[in-house]
C-alpha cells in the first residue's frame, strides 16, 4: 500500500468519491434514454454504466479501508489493492463482452431509429467528465503512485474511449437514421467499445494475476530458505 501524507489521502479518497457520485445517477438515465429509442451502442451503453459503477464503489471501499484502518497486515493490505484492480478489469471485460452479444444478437434484424437526443446529450456530458477524470487520476498516479488510483485511470481512459464511441455512434443515427450506413456505424460502434474494454480489461487482469503469482513464488522462496 502506498503510504500518502493526510492531505494526499484526503485529496484521493474525495476524487474517488466525487467521481463515484456523478457516475450513480448515470444508469438510470441512460435506462430513461434506452426505453425511448432502438439504439444498439445506447443499451450496451446502459449495461456498461451500471457495472462500472458497482466497479467504482468497491474502489472507492477498498481504498477507504486502506487509509483509515492501520491495523491491516500487508498480506490484507495487498488482497483488497488486488480485489480493487479485479473488480475494475471485470467489470470492463464483463461490459465489453454484454456489449458484444447484444450488437451480433441484433445485426440482422436491428434498424436505428427512435429518439437518441437524451443519449447523445449524456453521452457528450460524460465523454467530458470522464475526460476530466482520466486527467485528475492521471496526475495524481504520476505525483505518487498507488494501484487503486492507477487502476482509475485505467478505467477513465477506457470509459472516455467508449463515451467517444458512443457519441460518434449516436450522433449517426440522430443526424441520418434512414441512411443505409447509419445501422453499421451504430453496431460498429458498440463492437468497438466491445473489443477496446475486453482488450483493455484483459490486460489489466493479467497484470494482476503476475504479481499475485509473483508474490506467491517470493513468499515460498523465502520460506524454503
Known amino acids: 500500500m502506498s503510504s500518502f501524507s493526510e492531505e494526499q489521502s484526503k485529496s484521493r479518497e474525495k476524487t474517488l468519491l466525487t467521481a463515484l457520485l456523478l457516475s450513480a445517477p448515470g444508469p438510470l438515465f441512460t435506462g430513461f434514454a434506452v426505453i425511448s429509442s432502438h439504439s444498439t451502442t445506447q443499451l450496451a451503453d446502459f449495461i456498461r454504466r451500471g457495472v462500472e459503477l458497482i466497479a467504482l464503489f468497491l474502489s472507492w471501499w477498498v481504498f477507504r479501508q486502506l487509509q483509515h484502518n492501520k491495523n491491516l497486515t500487508e498480506t490484507h493490505q495487498s488482497r483488497l489493492e488486488r480485489t480493487a484492480g479485479i473488480s475494475v478489469a471485470s467489470a470492463m471485460m464483463f461490459s465489453g463482452i454484454v456489449m458484444l452479444v447484444v450488437a451480433i444478437s441484433r445485426l440482422s434484424m436491428y434498424e ?14 460524460g465523454l467530458l467528465t470522464n475526460s476530466w477524470f482520466w486527467w485528475r487520476y492521471s496526475v495524481l498516479t504520476r505525483e505518487q503512485y498507488d494501484s487503486v488510483i492507477a487502476a482509475q485511470q485505467k478505467l477513465y481512459r477506457a470509459k472516455a474511449s467508449v463515451d467517444l464511441c458512443v457519441v460518434i455512434a449516436l450522433a449517426a443515427v440522430a443526424i441520418a437514421p434512414a441512411h443505409p450506413a447509419t445501422r453499421y456505424v451504430d453496431i460498429l460502434g458498440s463492437v468497438m467499445v466491445a473489443a477496446y474494454l475486453l482488450w483493455t480489461g484483459l490486460r489489466m487482469l493479467q497484470s494482476h494475476f503476475e504479481n499475485f503469482w509473483g508474490s506467491v513464488a517470493q513468499v515460498m522462496r523465502i520460506n524454503k530458505n
Open 112 to 125: 436505428p431509429g427512435g429518439k437518441v437526443t437524451l443519449g447523445l446529450t449524456i453521452a457528450a456530458l
